[in-house]
């Protein structure tokens, strides 16, 4: 009903009705003619009682109301309908400034942000220096993990953690069974690495979580960091991958020393060495 009362008729494309009109809003018999439902049902509807509900009709009923994306997926919970995904709204779009901002202040722990199939959209300074992470290099994870010889040269028992990268694409990927994206990455990869390949016809499946990474870094001799993965609520097409240092190793001590204007005269040497 709040929804209802927050669109005038004109922005339905409906007279105005001037002065006869009691009400702000739209009358109920206005929605259902426009979502092409029966006027008792669309009142039933706002009453919550048990009828039965199509996601195809709530489309029609938020497409008429004006829902948004995050208000679609509340009208579904309602219904007892698993909610559509999330989808970005113009407002947040402009997130991208502060994200940088939020993983240069993880410094000197490494930090990225992947889009929605893997693809690293951001980094700070720690992430270039510890895992060699730099624009001429593919920008997919997936892609990097099996591929960038910089970053399997430091990545220690990095056969260990393969398979974990691997099932934790395969849980992203059934979020979005059919998206083409994801099946572009999954043929380049299968393409480029046959160890992919393998791990990927394994069909395991795991969630984003935290993984442990040891990493034998060039200047800075063993690395020992905690992996973990955040979504951001307004932006499901994105992903927070923070690094933090596991306590009793002296990687806090390291990393801070890295990034340090020592550290980092001390790392400008081949990236490879």
């Not at 300074?125 to 010889?149: K, S």
């Not at 572009?184 to 480029?192: G, L, M």
């Amino acid at each position: 009903m709040s929804r209802r009362a927050r669109i005038t008729p004109t922005e339905a494309g409906l007279p105005d009705g001037g002065a006869r009109r009691r009400t702000p809003g739209l009358r109920r018999e206005e929605v259902a003619v426009l979502a092409g439902v029966g006027a008792s049902w669309y009142q039933w509807l706002e009453q919550g009682r048990d009828i039965t509900v199509s996601g195809q009709v709530l489309d029609s009923v938020g497409r008429v109301l004006k829902l948004t994306s995050a208000e679609r997926r509340h009208l579904y919970a309602l219904a007892g309908l698993n909610p559509p995904a999330l989808e970005v709204a113009p407002a947040d779009e402009g997130m991208r400034p502060g994200l940088q901002r939020l993983i240069d202040a993880w410094t000197p722990y490494p930090a990225h942000i992947m889009d929605t199939y893997w693809n690293t959209i951001l980094y700070n300074d720690a992430a270039a220096l510890v895992f060699g992470m730099r624009p001429e290099t593919t920008q997919n994870c997936l892609i990097t993990f099996f591929t960038d010889p910089i970053y399997r040269s430091r990545a220690k028992g990095w056969e260990d953690i393969a398979g974990q990268v691997v099932a934790q694409f395969r849980a992203a990927c059934s979020e979005r069974p059919h998206d083409d994206g994801f099946r572009a990455v999954i043929a380049e990869a299968r393409e480029a690495s046959s160890e992919f390949a393998d791990l990927w016809d394994r069909n395991d499946v795991r969630p984003g979580g935290q993984t442990q990474k040891d990493i034998e870094h060039p200047v800075a001799g063993t690395l020992s960091v905690e992996s973990t993965q955040l979504r951001v609520p307004a932006r499901p097409d994105l992903t927070i991958v923070l690094h933090t240092a596991l306590p009793g190793t002296g990687t806090a001590e390291k990393l801070e020393w890295l990034s340090s204007p020592e550290g980092r005269r001390a790392s400008l040497v081949p990236l490879a060495g």
